[in-house]
């Protein structure tokens, strides 16, 4: 699966499936990949494609729920138009482990061949001194804040290695926003054409963990880096939930949570929840109720509406 980037439906017939959105079908069809139904995603991807069939990631995706489902020929054929739709990577292919049971296939081959044309093709556009800067920029912001995740895990409440963790975390973040920002006011958002798709990802990571400041400058390049297919729609509802909430609004998407003094974690307010659901898809994220459960919450509507109040006042919005 392309895990860069990101974001429940069994199949009821095809005319219930008509009534949704391709990007609510996609949607779903990730979450049915994450809890490993992969025939059930498989067939909710084969019925997104029946209303369009353009974007490589979800096409590359599609494959892989098709592989894991035991079906090579449409894994092959899916992969085939993903690489004709642009999509083009051939390291991660070659080790994606999702694809492992299409590498005795006669088509494996090829693909692979097709694929590394490709991708050289596409290296020889890049600027590789900014595409390696920033791919060591993205390790380093990754690798903090795995630790830092790691540890809140293990600790829970408050405690020595974590509070060191994070001062660390803020030291690197202080250091690579210099970075990005230099490379951002120089040659403006750089796309995976430019970059390839880690640097073109660190772009945004980076600015997400800036000070609102920052945040509030860079916002409105992200914005139009979308339009112009150079960042993701999904990365920019991140972004402007918490250029929101900094600015003291609720924010739209609910990508925003946050940890209580016992350690449990609750999602920071959110406007008008009874619809984030359908906000979310139009960019490429999933349901709230599977998004919230990383952080062990259990997404319940109408509990949420009763304690948006206190947690309004708690967050001082």
Request: overall charge positive; proline content about 3%; hydrophobic content about 40%.
């Amino acid at each position: 699966m392309k895990k860069i980037a990101f974001i429940l439906l069994l199949l009821i017939g095809v005319a219930a499936m008509a009534q949704n959105s391709y990007s609510e079908l996609i949607s779903k069809a990730y979450s049915l990949y994450v809890k490993k139904a992969y025939k059930e995603s498989a067939d909710t991807y084969a019925a997104a494609f029946r209303i369009e069939k353009k974007n490589a990631d979800d096409l590359y995706n599609a494959a892989c729920s098709y592989a894991l489902a035991g079906e090579p020929l449409p894994a092959i054929s899916l992969l085939n138009q993903s690489l004709d739709r642009g999509w083009a990577n051939f390291n991660h292919l070659k080790s994606d482990s999702d694809l492992a049971s299409l590498h005795s296939t006669p088509a494996w081959t090829k693909l692979m061949a097709k694929t590394e044309l490709i991708s050289a093709r596409l290296e020889a556009n890049y600027n590789q001194p900014l595409k390696k800067e920033l791919e060591k920029i993205y390790s380093a912001d990754q690798g903090i804040r795995d630790e830092y995740v790691n540890a809140q895990k293990k600790y829970v409440t408050k405690h020595r290695v974590t509070d060191s963790l994070a001062k660390i975390m803020m030291h690197y973040d202080s250091v690579n926003i210099v970075k990005v920002t230099n490379i951002l006011d120089k040659y403006g958002w750089l796309g995976e054409d430019k970059v390839g798709p880690r640097g073109n990802v660190t772009l945004f990571i980076v600015i997400q963990h800036s000070d609102l400041a920052i945040q509030q400058k860079y916002l409105p390049m992200m914005r139009k880096a979308v339009k112009d297919g150079k960042a993701s729609g999904s990365s920019l509802a991140l972004l402007e939930d918490r250029v929101a909430l900094g600015e003291g609004r609720k924010q739209l998407y609910g990508s925003q949570v946050t940890m209580k003094n016992d350690g449990s974690f609750y999602l920071l307010p959110l406007l008008d929840p009874d619809h984030v659901d359908l906000r979310r898809a139009k960019v490429g994220l999933g349901p709230i109720a599977d998004y919230v459960k990383n952080w062990k919450i259990i997404w319940d509507l109408e509990t949420y509406k009763k304690e948006l109040p206190e947690l309004e006042k708690l967050n001082k919005l």
